[in-house]
């Protein structure tokens, strides 16, 4: 079976080369307009373009009234600019008799999102600050199990948390979703931890144990304020995944606690006659707004963080 | 590291305490979980999960299935190709990007952001984009080449492939990005050493670099294939595993069999399938991990 | 620790957040313009009558999303109030684990038995001489929706039957006209295929093949021309590039398809888009062949709360269900039957009364759904809808997958 330190010993490269990310070290560049720039620049650009090209269609397709998309080209911008799909989809779209759009499912995305995140960065990192810092018999163990854990396809969860949940008379709260976000986010946030605080100099700790700190006052006035850039990207990461999940907000909360993206869902499936595309792309934007906004706002380390949780993972 | 010294039960208990929660997590909720539905697999649960003992009845059913059989059948076609071409594209655009060129940091957001994007968002746009009424396929004719024909998400056979090019444009962009981290990592002597050999780049790169990059692969390979066996999201929202059954796969084969057919042990005995391609996956990874190295 | 306290401080945050005195939350997947509008009916009715709240809990994405979603919360120990399922097998084992609540006591002091017609439908709630669902309407699947336009357009008669129908189809299709809608979704396929086996072979046969699973009738002659006219159905319907049930009517709404075989359901579409029936479009009870409707429908079940206050609300709820005015405001909406023949519904439209006739003159055979098991249906989705997208499998190939499906069911 695997033991969890190869998994570190595998990215040690990857490890260092973290923060390097930020200047490029390839070979030399030559003139400006050599056959070879332009055909670098000119394969990535058209990349870009077919990257961009569905955000593009997205946006569009949301800003034109109905009679336009069943004539025009889907790739043309609006004649005529409405944003009444936008207030559709927030505020008026409806399931059943509730016709309150997606609005009322951003907040629940909110409600959820942020004590889950909360939890689960507090556990993690105290998870892995003890597997770093404090290892004791058996820890490796479990573990090992954690990591096997992150690649254990959701569908054999489902139905004993289902029983675990009901057990403990937490189904269908927004205590027992938190929870179940905590667990699923544990394995790649602790293996993110671990390294993380593996990866500083061990003689500080020393120091730290000789001056006769304890266990948690070395935590939280040593490792946490050394680790600022570690939170930021689990921070990152955990709202953007747990914002987009669908599956459990389905399976483990009820109607009035549904989050943003079983909304979305139930407001594209609710067909009235025609399928509305413009409203269907303006909830899909509205829906995808949070996570794109933090990406694009924290750039870099979002990127950072990415490789950083993922090539440990 | 720290505490290496003959255990007791009282010793070092702040970490244990602390480690509470990952010790649930691992015995209860992972180990007891898959060992549960693993057991409830051999019963013919229905509706509830109940002890009614039938063997491997359920497994017989299964591989007795038209629909399993397409399932797994679209599963090894998605993820071959999910993991050649992710790899291949993900590393060419870390090539390219590594040269030292301007807007880096701005191809780079543009090539990372679906990332940030769910499958069911995914889903949504590329079933619009290929929608043969309105996307693709109609623009393309409209402009005169009225032969054209593209319509994956409405032809049973090239189903997946519409599905792939979705997944594809969700995912390549986190392999470009992990590619990326491990050029970096390349020591820049390397390059010199190889100029000065006068070793033309694209050897350098696939006999000298990629070599060294292999924990890297190794890892990205192994983030490519777990969301590859829990592919779901992307399928309901895009085709819903259609047209007829042509896009089905394992995640939802399980999800409609324990909660839709009401046929829990079905659904047990499928994700318990599941269970083994994982494993089938991380072993021999954890095995040649183990095997190679000593701990760092 | 930590998680210890967690778990208690979340357990008397549930306890603490319970529903209160009258508010009844109803889980149903009505979503769609017509069923909306019908749901709409009940919550008015409900709360004009007694003092309760409803709280809706739609799910959209049809039956096979919400059903889920229902069983995980009763079986997680948060139920609803009250829920929707279709008529029939689909809540057999939570009656049997004992999840829901013995309804026996509303349905003497309403006199049920006396009232509702068919007694197949009360049957169909009752387990060991109790019940425990209020049925609200009887929807059947035999009806063949024909655009009165489409025909037009093509020069042709609009067809009296099934046979006529098939053999339209080229000339629609020869005018631009797709001649049959067949939406995505996997029930719509089964749907389809079990109007024609009731219908072309025989409520009898229907009966015999899910009712008593006999597989050498499954294997017979007469499946074998019903699966041959599933393979010319297939035919008529290549090329309709849609999901949603409704967008399929829709197709005949606007005369781009020559028709579709879909539940009385598709009456509401129809009237929400302004068509008359007889005008603008024609129905065919029993695809014209034998003029014979399945009694399935809506049934309305109450989970076990142990909560007095959610009991009294239940009881209101389901004596509301079954009142006269509600049946007929509920079904004028919805374009389904009474399940009561007492009460009026002259303002029904031709096709309407058309079902109420024959439900009158006994000409019924149950629904699918109260032969078969969720297991079956959903194998059946899986045989069907592969069958109608995918030419290359042949009848013969279809009918062999059919008869095991047969013999091996429960």
């Known amino acids: 079976m695997s033991n969890p330190a190869t998994l570190s010993a595998t990215v040690a490269g990857a490890d260092a080369a973290a923060p390097a990310l930020s200047g490029p070290r390839g070979p030399k560049p030559r003139r400006r307009f050599s056959r070879r720039n332009i055909f670098i620049y000119g394969t990535l650009i058209v990349v870009a373009l077919y990257y961009l090209l569905p955000l593009w269609v997205m946006v569009v397709t949301s800003l034109k009234g109905m009679p336009e998309i069943r004539l025009g080209n889907i790739f043309a911008p609006p004649v005529e600019v409405t944003f009444q799909p936008w207030v559709k989809a927030w505020a008026e779209a409806c399931t059943g008799l509730n016709c309150d759009g997606l609005s009322r499912g951003f907040w629940n995305s909110v409600r959820i999102t942020v004590p889950s995140v909360f939890l689960s960065i507090l556990i993690a990192s105290v998870n892995g600050y003890a597997l770093a810092n404090w290892r004791f018999k058996g820890a490796d163990i479990f573990f090992t199990i954690l990591i096997f854990g992150a690649f254990i396809p959701y569908q054999v969860m489902l139905y004993p948390i289902v029983i675990i949940l009901r057990e403990i008379g937490l189904y269908g709260s927004l205590t027992g979703l938190v929870l179940v976000h905590s667990v699923f986010g544990m394995p790649i946030l602790t293996l993110l931890f671990r390294n993380y605080f593996t990866s500083l100099p061990e003689e500080l700790f020393k120091a730290a144990r000789v001056d006769g700190a304890g266990f948690w006052q070395i935590y939280f006035q040593i490792m946490l304020p050394m680790s600022l850039p570690i939170f930021v990207v689990a921070m990152i990461l955990q709202v953007t995944g747990i914002w987009n999940d669908f599956l459990f907000g389905v399976v483990y909360t009820k109607p009035d606690l549904y989050p943003m993206t079983v909304q979305l869902n139930n407001i594209v499936n609710s067909v009235q006659g025609v399928k509305e595309y413009n409203v269907n792309m303006a909830a899909t934007l509205l829906t995808g707004l949070v996570p794109l906004v933090i990406y694009f706002i924290s750039g870099k380390l979002f990127v950072r963080g990415i490789a950083a949780g993922a090539v440990k993972g | 590291m720290a505490a290496a010294r003959p255990m007791r039960l009282f010793r070092n208990i702040n970490a244990k305490i602390a480690a509470i929660p990952m010790v649930l997590t691992a015995l209860v909720v992972f180990t007891g979980g898959t060992i549960w539905t693993v057991v409830y697999s051999f019963t013919n649960s229905k509706l509830l999960p109940r002890e009614k003992w039938v063997g491997l009845q359920q497994y017989e059913r299964l591989w007795g299935t038209e629909r399993w059989n397409v399932a797994i059948e679209n599963l090894l076609i998605y993820g071959a190709c999910m993991v050649v071409f992710s790899l291949v594209i993900g590393f060419v655009l870390a090539a390219l990007l590594d040269q030292k060129i301007r807007f880096e940091n701005t191809f780079r957001t543009i090539l990372l952001y679906p990332f940030a994007l769910s499958f069911i968002v995914t889903g949504l746009v590329w079933q619009w984009l290929l929608n043969p009424d309105f996307g693709i396929q109609s623009v393309i004719q409209a402009m005169g080449w009225e032969s054209f024909d593209f319509d994956p998400l409405y032809n049973a056979d090239i189903v997946i492939y519409g599905v792939l090019i979705a997944g594809l444009w969700q995912g390549t962009g986190l392999v470009m990005c992990l590619m990326l981290a491990g050029l970096r990592g390349i020591d820049q002597e390397i390059w010199k050493a190889a100029r000065v050999d006068g070793i033309p780049m694209w050897k350098t790169y696939i006999f000298i670099v990629i070599p060294m990059m292999r924990p890297v692969f190794i890892t990205t390979l192994v983030i490519i294939a777990s969301g590859i066996v829990r592919l779901y999201d992307l399928i309901v929202a895009q085709t819903g595993g259609g047209p007829g059954i042509a896009s089905d796969v394992p995640a939802k084969y399980v999800y409609d069999y324990m909660f839709q057919g009401q046929n829990l042990g079905q659904g047990f005995a499928a994700s318990t399938m599941m269970l083994l391609a994982v494993l089938v996956v991380i072993i021999p990874w954890a095995y040649l991990e183990f095997g190679g190295k000593k701990r760092v | ?410």
């Open chain 3, 1 to 410: 620790m930590t998680f210890r306290t967690i778990l208690m401080a979340g357990t008397a945050l549930c306890a603490g957040s319970a529903l209160s005195a009258a508010d009844l939350e109803v889980t149903h997947w009505w979503t769609s313009g017509g069923e909306a509008a019908a749901v709409q009916q009940f919550a008015t009715e409900f709360e004009g009558q007694t003092e309760h709240k409803w709280i809706d809990g739609a799910i959209a994405g049809g039956g096979g999303t919400a059903r889920p979603v229902m069983v995980s919360r009763i079986i997680g120990g948060d139920p609803m109030g009250a829920f929707q399922f279709n008529h029939g097998r689909q809540a057999e084992e939570l009656i049997e684990a004992g999840l829901l609540r013995d309804m026996t006591h509303v349905a003497e002091a309403e006199g049920w038995t006396d009232i509702v017609n068919p007694p197949s439908l009360l049957e169909a709630c009752t387990v060991d001489g109790k019940i425990y669902c209020a049925p609200v309407n009887i929807h059947s699947w035999q009806w063949l929706w024909l655009s009165n336009g489409a025909f037009e357009k093509a020069g042709l008669e609009v067809p009296a039957n099934w046979d006529e129908f098939v053999a339209a189809a080229p000339a629609l299709k020869e005018a631009g006209i797709q001649p049959m809608a067949l939406g995505g979704q996997p029930w719509q396929s089964s749907g389809a295929f079990n109007v024609l086996m009731a219908t072309l072979a025989g409520p009898d046969v229907l009966q015999q093949v899910y009712g008593d699973g006999d597989a050498e009738m499954a294997a017979g002659e007469e499946l074998g021309r019903v699966f041959q006219a599933a393979a010319d159905m297939r035919e008529m319907v290549q090329g309709s590039n849609v999901q949603d049930w409704n967008q399929a009517t829709n197709l005949v709404i606007t005369d781009a398809a020559g028709g579709q075989i879909m539940g009385d359901w598709a009456q509401g579409e129809f009237a929400v888009a302004g068509e008359v029936a007889g005008e603008d479009y024609t129905c065919l009870p029993g695809l014209g062949v034998i003029e014979v409707l399945s009694t399935g429908g809506d049934a309305f079940y109450f989970p076990e709360t142990g909560d007095a206050e959610i009991e009294a609300a239940q009881d209101a709820l389901a004596a509301t269900l079954l009142k006269p005015e509600t049946q007929v405001a509920f079904n004028l909406k919805k374009g389904s039957l009474p399940i009561r023949g007492d009460v009026d519904l002259a303002s029904a439209n031709d096709c309407m009364k058309k079902g109420l006739q024959l439900l009158a003159d006994g000409k019924t055979m149950p629904d699918v759904n109260m032969l078969n098991t969720e297991d079956t249906n959903n194998q059946l989705n899986d045989l069907f809808v592969q069958f109608f997208q995918d030419p290359s499998i042949s009848a013969e190939d279809a009918q062999a997958r059919f008869v095991d499906i047969v013999a091996n069911k429960d």
